[in-house]
C-alpha cells in the first residue's frame, strides 16, 4: 500500500515537472517570437463574441490562436468554418491534438506567421495581439477581406480602423473592440 502511494505521488510529482517544463518552454518559444501568449478567458468568451452575431455559414479566423480555446469556442457554439493560425510550433501542435484527440472536431490549425496567411475568406477575424503587430496587420486586412468582414481586437485598439470602429465592450482587464469593414 505504501509503495503504492509512494508511486503515485511520484506520478504526480513527474506531470508537474512536464507541465512547468511545457509553460516554460511556450513562454520561451514566446519570447522567440516576440508574441508572447496571454490566452483569452474562458469565462469571457460569451461576452466578447456575443456582439458579433456568428452563424454557422460564417467563416472565422483566430490571429495568433494559441492553444485553440477560441476556434474551438466558435466551433462548438456556432459551427462556423473555424481556422486557428498560430506560429509557435508548441502552441500550433498542442491545438492540433486536442482537436483531433480531444474534440474531433471539424476546427481547421494553420501553421503560418499571420502577416502572410490568406485572409480573402474570412468574414470574421479575432485578434489578441499587440498593438504592434496589429499596426503591421492592419493593411494587410483591408487589402484582403471584403467589405462587411468584422474584426474583434480583444485588448488593443487597432488605430488606423478608428473610422471602422462599431462597437467597444468594456473589460475588467482589456477592452474590446468591434470593426466593420
Request: glycine letters at 4%.
Amino acid at each position: 500500500m505504501v509503495q503504492l502511494v509512494y508511486l503515485i505521488v511520484l506520478q504526480l510529482i513527474l506531470i508537474y515537472l512536464i507541465l512547468v517544463m511545457i509553460y516554460l518552454f511556450t513562454s520561451f518559444m514566446s519570447a522567440i517570437f516576440s508574441v508572447p501568449y496571454v490566452g483569452t478567458q474562458k469565462k469571457l468568451l460569451d461576452h466578447i463574441f456575443k456582439p458579433v452575431h456568428i452563424r454557422s455559414k460564417d467563416i472565422f479566423y483566430d490571429l495568433g490562436s494559441g492553444d485553440g480555446r477560441i476556434v474551438f469556442y466558435i466551433k462548438k457554439t456556432h459551427d462556423a468554418q473555424t481556422y486557428g493560425v498560430e506560429f509557435n510550433p508548441f502552441l500550433y501542435v498542442f491545438s492540433q491534438i486536442i482537436n483531433k484527440g480531444l474534440y474531433h472536431s471539424k476546427a481547421h490549425f494553420i501553421y503560418s506567421k499571420v502577416q502572410v496567411v490568406d485572409l480573402s475568406h474570412a468574414n470574421i477575424i479575432y485578434v489578441f495581439l499587440l498593438p504592434k503587430l496589429l499596426k503591421l496587420l492592419a493593411p494587410k486586412i483591408m487589402a484582403e477581406c471584403k467589405r462587411g468582414t468584422v474584426v474583434v481586437s480583444h485588448g488593443f485598439k487597432i488605430e488606423s480602423f478608428e473610422k471602422l470602429l462599431y462597437k467597444e465592450a468594456k473589460g475588467k482587464q482589456f477592452n474590446t473592440y468591434y470593426y466593420r469593414l
